[in-house]
């Protein structure tokens, strides 16, 4: 079977005087359904706040700011309160961009130039503080540490922290949604084979059921649980099997298994890769700064 | 129309604006809308926290101040009562030492009275004594000489016979 896997659709094209020939991408539509998600969010979370005698939502909303400013303070001090809105914001828009594909649209941070666009402004950040903390010269004189030589070495290193955190969280991302595609050409291949195997005759496909609703009978009266699963799944084989026999082709297999890989590939995946390109984001600002 | 996509990693210039110029309005959003209203709530919470403490904190400092004066006077009552009784107790050593004195002073007084009184009573009766002694006399002497005597050289000389008498005795 093919499987291939692409970039973001290309939606349009444009002309624009510097820029020259332009792509609208799916990545910049997408971006912009995760903002007004976000905002609307923003918008429900921030409303008929009180002082006390908070509702459920008021609290979560709470907690959430709470975490975040304590996130910021633990890793930059309490002097960055200002940055507080940036990280919060590349956070949940890191969050919600990766989540988006669980609903089967695509992602925008499995498109490099969004991080990279996200790392360019930290990058900025990054120079601005250290052009602050050691005046222009001190930063030109930085490069030359520990003797001139370096400076290549050094000018790389400085250039290669936006792409390094960009490419990270990038890959990770990217890495996930090819696992999936794996899991699930293997997984819908699986589901002919098998399909194949026990529909090719009524018997294999009668036998298959029965046998699977003997073991599940068979466990219950025995109280065996990995009987009754066993015969449960044997028996819905079966089946499937008929109806395969019957001619409705379907790749069952791909029904509630891929879940348990997105458990991890998109959620996990997802949420500690957003988490760790805030950190890194706090880290080199407070480093920068010195 | 043929669909067409990017390669997997592809550099596209509008992209990379667009998501930088995103990010800005985004964090804008959010800081309008969410950030800047809750922190707004938990400071106001933080302050009306404060405020209550630093109430509690000045309502204890008042009651610690009340205790404090009720104990004061508590001790100042205790005091004056304690003088009170000590007063008391000195008026009425005092008085009973004056009661003693006066009777002590009417019991002397009543028995030198009675000690004038027998006095006067002693000589009374020695006077009487003299008198009848003198009668006698005389009624002697008279008898005893058989001299008409004038009456009044007569008692004179009887007195000073007398008087002599008693001197000796």
Same mark, same amino acid.
């Given at each position: 079977m093919e499987m291939s896997i692409n970039g973001a659709k290309y939606l349009a094209q444009f002309e624009l005087p510097i820029l020259g020939t332009v792509n609208l991408t799916q990545t910049v539509v997408v971006s912009w359904l995760v903002m007004i998600i976000i905002s609307a969010l923003c918008v429900w979370l921030g409303s @008929?706040?009180? *002082? %006390?005698?908070?509702s459920r939502k008021q609290a979560v909303a709470e907690m959430a700011v709470t975490s975040l400013v304590k996130f910021v303070h633990d890793n !930059? @001090?309490?002097?960055? +309160?200002?940055?507080i809105p940036l990280v919060g914001t590349i956070f949940v828009t890191s969050v919600v961009s990766n989540l988006?594909? &669980? &609903?089967g649209i695509w992602s =925008? %941070?499995?498109?490099l130039m969004t991080e990279l666009g996200w790392a360019l402004v930290v990058f900025v950040l990054i120079t601005y503080h250290k052009i602050k903390s050691s005046g222009i010269g001190g930063y030109l004189k930085g490069? &030359? +540490?520990?003797?001139? *030589? !370096?400076a290549p070495i050094n000018v790389m290193s400085e250039l290669f922290t936006p792409i390094s955190m960009a490419c990270r969280h990038f890959g990770n991302i990217l890495s996930g949604t090819v696992i999936s595609a794996l899991i699930y050409g293997a997984l819908t291949a699986a589901s002919y084979g098998l399909m194949n195997l026990l529909g090719s005759s009524v018997f294999a496909a009668l036998g298959t059921a029965a046998m699977g609703i003997i073991l599940f009978f068979f466990g219950k009266t025995k109280k065996k649980k990995a009987l009754k699963v066993v015969g449960i799944i044997l028996a819905v084989l079966g089946v499937l099997a008929l109806v395969s026999l019957v001619g409705i082709q379907f790749?069952? &297999?791909?029904?509630?298994? =891929?879940a348990i890989t997105s458990f991890y590939f998109d959620w996990f995946g997802g949420c500690i890769q957003a988490f760790i390109f805030c950190t890194l984001t706090t880290i080199f600002i407070k480093q920068a700064a010195g | 129309m043929e669909t067409l996509y990017q390669s997997l990693v592809a550099v596209e210039p509008l992209t990379l604006i667009a998501t930088i110029c995103n990010l800005f309005v985004q964090m804008f959003i959010v800081k309008k809308f969410f950030l800047d209203k809750i922190l707004a709530v938990l400071d106001q919470r933080r302050q009306a926290a404060d405020k209550q403490i630093s109430e509690a904190e000045t309502a204890r400092q008042e009651a610690l101040d009340i205790k404090k004066t009720y104990e004061q006077n508590m001790l100042q009552a205790n005091q004056q009562a304690n003088e009170i009784l000590a007063n008391a107790q000195k008026t009425a050593v005092e008085r009973s030492e004056k009661i003693i004195k006066d009777a002590q002073q009417q019991a002397s007084q009543i028995k030198s009275k009675a000690s004038a009184d027998i006095a006067m009573e002693k000589k009374k009766a020695i006077n009487e004594a003299k008198n009848e002694i003198s009668g006698l006399a005389m009624a002697i002497a008279s008898k005893v000489v058989e001299r008409e005597l004038d009456e009044k050289d007569q008692s004179g000389l009887i007195d000073r016979f007398i008087d002599e008498l008693g001197e000796q005795a």
């Open positions: @008929g706040l009180k *002082v %006390t005698g908070i !930059m @001090g309490t002097n960055f +309160d200002h940055y988006i594909s &669980l &609903l =925008p %941070t499995a498109d490069f &030359l +540490d520990p003797i001139f *030589v !370096m790749p069952w &297999l791909t029904i509630g298994i =891929p | -």
